[in-house]
């Protein structure tokens, strides 16, 4: 509990400080609408759409999604991973990316999945919205099996017009795999579907800085705090779920590593963490790195470790 505790108030104060630009004389208010007007970094981040490529590099712990870190705390072990994405931007909101998860194995990194994200994003001064779709490709050759699902949706929504800014995204992955053991001298092939549901509303509130260093650079800083609601599914006729752990099925530890942090059976819809997320982005021209860090306690009562932190660390380039 003291653990939990401190997660709420340091969510809760972050939440509510008091920002660089909330007591602006009137200069300073000119000035910084005419930098709304005229800086390309405002221009990039807020003003009139337009089409861009952007080239990334991700490092981190986000083993399983970009977007979800619910999905990402429920079935996070310890492994870094590279994450080299390249996304095309239409000024329409509509978007492509596609990544690649590369994972150490004795000494190099190899990847262990690919994604395909199609998405649409929308931005004005009153609402931030995004619909997200994701299709993982698994990488058999590489040996590892981190990710059990193969479709991921996500949906955000976020109002900005108040100090306290209110939001809720919506996650669904699904997924199945047929896995083949042996007990008793007979090889046996399991057919296993997952699904995971999760629901968050949040609060948070953006701190934007300008002209940091050059008057061409800025800083964005984002604290929220969030209750995840959310139901895990199993189905595999004939496997007991409660008794995965004593069964012999080495072939099966993706359905393993996903269950053991979450729940032994099925679970029905219900509440099941809260967490807060810290975001935070440096631009400088068409330059930017964006570090962030999620920290998730878990509710239900679990033999598993409750709290969870998964962090990552982005450096791009839009063109």
């Given amino acids: 509990m003291p653990k939990l505790t401190f997660l709420i108030l340091f969510f809760f104060s972050a939440s509510f400080a008091r920002g660089q630009t909330d007591s602006l004389s009137k200069e300073d208010r000119l000035a910084l609408d005419s ?20 080239i990334r590099l991700g490092a981190g712990n986000q083993l399983l999604s970009t977007k979800n870190n619910n999905v990402n705390a429920a079935s996070l072990k310890s492994k870094f991973a590279l994450i080299p994405a390249v996304a095309y931007n239409d000024k329409s909101g509509f978007g492509l990316a596609l990544s690649g998860f590369f994972a150490s194995d004795s000494g190099t990194f190899k990847p ?27 990488n058999k050759a590489s040996g590892f099996s981190p990710n059990p699902f193969q479709n991921a949706y996500y949906f955000n929504f976020v109002y900005i017009k108040t100090f306290i800014e209110p939001g809720i995204s919506l996650g669904y992955a699904s997924g199945r795999f047929t896995d083949t053991f042996t007990l008793a001298g007979i090889n046996r092939k399991i057919k296993t579907r997952l699904s995971d549901l999760s629901l968050s509303p949040y609060v948070q509130h953006n701190f934007s800085f300008y002209k940091l260093f050059s008057k061409h650079d800025g ?21 007991n779920l409660r008794r995965l752990d004593s069964l012999p099925l080495a ?10 942090n979450r729940f032994e059976s099925n679970s029905k819809f219900q509440l099941q963490s809260i967490a807060g997320s810290l975001a935070l982005k440096y631009q400088y021209k068409k330059f930017y790195t964006s570090p962030g860090l ?5 509710l239900p009562s679990t033999t598993e470790k409750r709290l969870t932190t998964v962090f990552s660390v982005v450096a791009g380039f839009t063109l």
């Fill in 219 to 239: 800083l964005s800083l984002t604290p929220a705090i969030m209750l995840i609601a959310g139901r895990q599914r199993a189905e595999a006729p004939g496997l």
């Fill in 112 to 138: 262990y999945q690919y994604a395909v994200n199609p998405y649409f994003e929308y931005y004005n001064k009153s609402v931030n919205l995004g619909v997200y779709y994701t299709r993982y490709i698994f």
């Fill in 35 to 54: 930098m709304f007007k005229n800086d390309e970094f405002i221009r990039l981040l807020y003003g009139k759409p337009k089409s861009y490529f952007d």
């Fill in 294 to 298: 999620y920290i998730d306690y878990y």
């Fill in 251 to 260: 072939s099966l530890r993706r359905l393993k590593e996903y269950l053991k």
